[in-house]
């Protein structure tokens, strides 16, 4: 089982800036796929960012490209995503996600494990 934890979303004005982590608990990452996927109210949960623990290959969701930037800590088993020049349309809940196997990185129901989220609100 692995437990995830998020933190770090807030509200910022446009142009702003954000870094969402994920802490895994219950087993260390090796052959993962991890990402962050985001739900704004009354859409499907859409695929953020994605990368494979051990390689790191990495996949963007094209409105992210060029502004989102995830990475990994392998000592603290823990996952990132920085967010620049954030627009009203960020504004969603984001959702770090896992998979203990490499997955195709976009898919969502790929993914086993799934935090509770953190609100990142972006106004202009």
């Known amino acids: 089982q692995v437990q995830l934890v998020e933190s770090g979303g807030g509200s910022v004005h446009t142009g702003g800036s954000l870094r969402l982590s994920c802490a895994a608990s219950g087993r260390t990452f090796s052959r993962h796929t991890v990402g962050w996927f985001r739900q704004a109210p009354g859409t499907e949960r859409q695929f953020v960012a994605s990368i494979y623990w051990n390689g790191g290959g990495t996949d963007y969701a094209d409105s992210v490209k060029g502004r989102a930037t995830i990475s990994k800590d392998n000592g603290k088993n823990t996952l990132y995503l920085q967010m620049d020049n954030l627009k009203p349309e960020d504004t969603a809940v984001y959702y770090c996600?896992?998979?203990?196997?490499?997955?195709?990185?976009?898919?969502?129901?790929?993914?086993?494990?799934w935090g509770q989220g953190t609100q990142v609100t972006v106004s202009s």
């Open positions: 996600a896992a998979a203990p196997r490499f997955v195709p990185q976009s898919i969502e129901r790929e993914y086993d494990y």
